[in-house]
């Protein structure tokens, strides 16, 4: 995360970096990898 001083942030996240198949409960696959960039700022 970078600070953007008290206005804000940027932000990444990955998850299933590996795209690994998985599944919580039978028959409900869990999606595969995603990335996830953001930006939080205040005026």
Do not use: T, W
């Not at 942030?9 to 990955?14: D, H, K, N, P």
């Not at 409960?25 to 960039?37: E, I, Q, S, T, V």
Request: cysteine-free.
């Amino acid at each position: 995360m970078a600070s953007l001083g008290k206005k804000g942030e940027i932000y990444a996240a990955v998850n299933n970096l590996f795209d690994a198949a998985y599944q919580y409960n039978a028959g409900y696959p869990m999606p595969g990898r995603n990335f996830r960039l953001g930006l939080i700022a205040s005026f």
